[in-house]
């Protein structure tokens, strides 16, 4: 049984370029959660996606936005990346009917030059 | 919404001697409060959780206690082993699937 994957592992971007992200979810979720952890600090919710549709945002910018696709798949976007927006971005799973247990991805590493 | 407040930032322990992390919520109407575990370099593990219709949960060596009125609910880790050492995370959530962090609690264990 797969648990939740993210890629890529590790990204370098300069300050106004966008980048993407995506996660796999553990077999037999169908919701993803996207989480911002900065260094030294606790994850920090950004949205979640569930039947292909944003069902809760953070308190983000639009300049992050995600998709989530019909495998349950998601990606997440950050687009004019800033300097600040360096941090791990974790991807959690869970099951929409059922615990409300999340499993977390590996995450990836984001640094913005 | 929900803030969580996590102490101590960090904590050194004896090997073997227990460990508590104390974390305290805002909103009454949150119902789910897990704790994950993140060594270095890793993925946050649940590692226990605990819902609003039950005070304590045991697994092993590691414990979490609940006190609805108060808002606060606790992390018991006892005989610690040095494989303890590692930052822990309390968090809180209403049913949404949305958690809110605490900022975490580095645990180091002495030989």
């Known amino acids: 049984d797969a648990g939740v994957t993210q890629s890529p592992t590790h990204l370098i971007k300069t300050r106004g370029q966008q980048v993407t992200l995506r996660c796999s979810p553990k077999?037999?979720?169908?919701?993803v959660s996207w989480y911002q952890q900065a260094l030294g600090q606790g994850p920090q919710f950004i949205f979640q996606y569930y039947e292909e549709e944003e069902r809760q945002r953070g308190n983000f910018p639009d300049r992050f936005s995600g998709h989530q696709f019909p495998n349950y798949s998601s990606e997440l976007n950050v687009n004019a990346l800033l300097l600040g927006d360096s941090a791990l971005y974790l991807c959690a799973s869970s099951q929409r009917e059922g615990p409300d247990t999340q499993y977390f991805g590996p995450g990836t590493r984001l640094t913005v030059l | 919404g929900e803030n969580v407040e996590q102490h101590p930032s960090t904590l050194s322990v004896q090997e073997g001697d227990s460990a508590v992390i104390k974390c305290t919520y805002s909103?009454?109407?949150?119902?789910?409060f897990p704790w994950y575990k993140q060594e270095l370099g890793k993925r946050p593990q649940l590692i226990i959780d605990i819902r609003s219709n039950v005070g304590e949960k045991k697994d092993q060596r590691i414990a979490v206690t609940l006190n609805k009125t108060a808002k606060h609910f606790s992390l018991h880790i006892t005989e610690t082993q040095p494989e303890d050492s590692a930052v822990y995370f309390c968090?809180?959530?209403?049913?949404?699937?949305?958690?809110?962090f605490g900022a975490g609690t580095t645990v180091t264990v002495r030989a």
């Open positions: 968090a809180a959530s209403m049913y949404d699937y949305k958690l809110s």
């Open positions: 077999s037999g979720h169908d919701t």
């Open positions: 909103d009454s109407a949150s119902n789910y």
